[in-house]
Each structure stands twice: as structure tokens, then as C-alpha cells.
């Protein structure tokens, strides 16, 4: 069984700063994009921004500049660090990632989602 856990989210005053970390566990074979989602309340869920395993990023246009994506293969972890947090980046954050596992000789690609981490940005 492959999970993914969140951390890193809480409350933070307009212009603050927080990380959020996500680490994939279980009988992982590889990792394709890792990403972060948001869902705010009353709408519906958006991506903040992806990272596959080549090379290259992707940002929504609302955080651009202010947001960065990263990840560590080595530990299945993928990183937003959240800089210049601002009252409607509050929502809950989710976690994504393609995870490939072996059965047999049989390879499966599945979409992973954590159950979300709540980034609170006060005025």
C-alpha cells in the first residue's frame, strides 16, 4: 500500500511563511510528478504547482513568485515552501503524486493524494 503524509500547515499572519512536506511510503516502484493541489472553502480544487521527475516546474499564476516547489528522491519527499502567504491562500493543501508499483512482472501507475494539511492565512 503507497500513502502520501502532509505536514507543515497551521496558522500564519498576512506575509508569513510556512513549508509543507510530503513523504510517500509503501511499496513504491517509482515517482513520476509529485504537486500540490489547494481547495479553498466554497470552490473547487486547483493545482498550486507540479514538479515531475525530469526536470521543470509548473505554477499557477496566483502564486508565482512567491511559492517554490521541490522534492528529494532520495527520501520520496516533495517540499512548498510558501513565502509572502496572503488571506486567500488559505485552503486546505493537498498532496499528489503518480506512484508506480510492481505486482509480478506488472507494472501500475496510480494518482496518490494525501488527506490534506490546512494553511490558515490570518489579516
Known amino acids: 500500500q503507497v500513502q502520501l503524509v502532509e505536514s507543515g500547515g497551521g496558522l500564519v499572519q498576512r506575509g508569513g511563511s510556512l513549508r509543507l512536506s510530503c513523504a510517500a511510503s509503501g511499496s513504491i516502484f517509482s515517482i513520476n510528478t509529485m504537486g500540490w493541489y489547494r481547495q479553498a472553502p466554497g470552490k473547487e480544487r486547483e493545482l498550486v504547482a507540479s514538479?515531475?521527475?525530469?526536470?521543470?516546474?509548473n505554477y499557477a499564476a496566483p502564486v508565482k513568485g512567491r511559492f517554490t516547489i521541490s522534492r528529494d528522491n532520495a527520501k520520496n519527499t516533495v517540499y512548498l515552501q510558501m513565502n509572502s502567504l496572503k488571506p486567500e491562500d488559505t485552503a486546505v493543501y493537498y498532496c499528489?503524486?503518480?506512484?508506480?508499483?510492481?505486482?509480478?512482472?506488472?507494472?501500475?501507475?496510480?494518482?496518490?493524494w494525501g488527506d490534506g494539511t490546512l494553511v490558515t492565512v490570518s489579516s
Open positions: 514538479l515531475p521527475s525530469s526536470s521543470g516546474t
Open positions: 499528489h503524486a503518480v506512484i508506480a508499483t510492481m505486482t509480478g512482472d506488472i507494472l501500475h501507475e496510480m494518482d496518490i
